[in-house]
């Protein structure tokens, strides 16, 4: 089952304003290591974690004046409580990153986003296999009729799912300053977009992770494991090209990616603007391999 929201609802609204406190932190003090976490309670969103910075800013205001511009009975609605701790750099954990993510993701959350021009906010879990979505209104739709949004989605079974206090939380990706980590987090969705666009695979759960410190890891003492993975190539084959083709010393990442705070903020938003991590500058070399 997989989720996916609209930009202003689920989880997607957790990652905005985890993205937006990491933004706000860093125009005070540029160099600011930040590691947060948004978790969303109703319309409760508890911001927590730590930074190095020594400049409180005000999380609420700078939340409600990013989304009034969006949406502005959410805007009034949506109340934070901000705990992050200042003046405390966050620790320089183990690596341990893991995510899934379909092909189809994309197209399901511009359906989403086109669906929200309209007033119609909807959050979707999707069985692809079975081919049925359970799908949630937002507190603040209008009546929707399920026949203006199935013609959306015309080879799934339709089941409105009531809506009940779920609680999201933001993806550590989007809490995160420019430290190393974060890199880590972008490679792994820059190989996933590579598999997709090379039509590998149209399905990934793919995971790294070390007993060695970030600044001390190269391809040779990183694991990485394409776990339930549907692939046309054998996956051990496929974990070993992945090593050989894409950088994972802390360098040589810095040197292929470039770390865009506004454009990942403008990614949530559904902008159609494409995400740095969705380059595929090494598509060549993996085909040749």
Not at 37 to 49: L, Y
Not at 52 to 76: F, T, Y
Not at 140 to 169: A, G, P, Q, V
Not at 223 to 229: C, K, R, S
Request: aromatic share 12%.
């Amino acid at each position: 089952m997989i989720g996916v929201y609209n930009y202003l609802g689920g989880k997607n609204l957790c990652n905005i304003v985890a993205n937006i406190t990491v933004r706000k932190i860093e125009e005070l003090f540029p160099n600011a290591e930040t590691d947060i976490s948004v978790i969303n309670v109703g319309n409760f969103f508890i911001v927590k974690g730590s930074t190095s910075s020594d400049k409180v800013i005000n999380v609420a205001q700078s939340v409600q004046e990013i989304l009034k511009s969006h949406n502005e009975d959410l805007s009034n609605k949506i109340k934070v409580i901000d705990t992050v701790i200042y003046n405390k750099p966050p620790k320089d954990d183990v690596l341990n990153i893991s995510f899934t993510y379909s092909k189809n993701i994309k197209k399901y959350k511009k359906t989403l986003n086109e669906l929200s021009k309209n007033k119609t906010y909807l959050n979707l879990y999707i069985d692809e296999c079975s081919k049925v979505i359970h799908y949630c209104e937002e507190l603040f739709n209008e009546k929707i009729d399920e026949d203006s949004i199935s013609k959306h989605f015309e080879n799934f079974n339709l089941i409105e799912k009531k809506y009940s206090n779920d609680t999201f939380i933001s993806d550590r990706f989007y809490g995160l300053s420019k430290c190393n980590e974060k890199y880590y987090h972008i490679i792994l969705m820059n190989i996933t977009h590579h598999l997709f666009s090379l039509s590998i695979s149209d399905y990934v759960n793919i995971s790294i992770n070390s007993i060695n410190k970030i600044d001390d890891l190269d391809n040779l003492n990183i694991n990485l494991n394409l776990n339930d993975t549907k692939c046309v190539v054998k996956k051990e084959w496929l974990e070993s090209l992945l090593l050989d083709v894409f950088p994972f010393s802390v360098g040589a990442l810095k040197e292929y990616i470039s770390v865009d705070l506004k454009n990942e903020f403008e990614y949530l938003i559904g902008s159609e603007e494409t995400p740095y991590w969705e380059n595929v500058n090494l598509a060549k070399e993996f085909v040749l391999l």
